[in-house]
Each structure stands twice: as structure tokens, then as C-alpha cells.
């Protein structure tokens, strides 16, 4: 389950409240969750790689 790639919209499904705007904005900034450009172009997320990001920030936020 930890090698499943996700969508965008299951990644802001999962992040609860974050718009696909700020999403990208992020990318733009370089701290968004590490995405894996498809070669249609289309983004994917694996699913460990957004838990390890959600956990940094939990960590930072405390």
C-alpha cells in the first residue's frame, strides 16, 4: 500500500481543506510532497511520500 500512487484530488482529499491552488503554489515553492511527473504529464504522489511530508510538518508544528 505504502508504493500507491495518488492522484491530486486523493492527495487534497487526504490534506482536508487545501485547495488544488495552494497545492501547486506549493510546488512552485518547492514544499509541496514530493510528485511524480507521469509521461502524459499528470502528477502522482506516492502514498509513503505524503505521509512522510504530513509527519515533517506535524513534527515542525509542534
Known amino acids: ?3 500507491d500512487l495518488l492522484t491530486v484530488r486523493e492527495v ?3 490534506l ?3 485547495s488544488r ?3 501547486y503554489r506549493w510546488r512552485e515553492l518547492g ?3 514530493t ?3 507521469l509521461p502524459n504529464g499528470e502528477l502522482r504522489v506516492y502514498r509513503r511520500d505524503l ?3 504530513i509527519d515533517r510538518h506535524r513534527e ?3
Open 60 to 62: 515542525a508544528a509542534a
Open 31 to 33: 514544499i509541496a510532497p
Open 35 to 37: 510528485c511524480v511527473r
Open 16 to 18: 482536508h481543506n487545501v
Open 1 to 3: 500500500m505504502d508504493n
Open 12 to 14: 487534497l482529499d487526504v
Open 51 to 53: 505521509q512522510e511530508w
Open 21 to 23: 491552488r495552494t497545492f
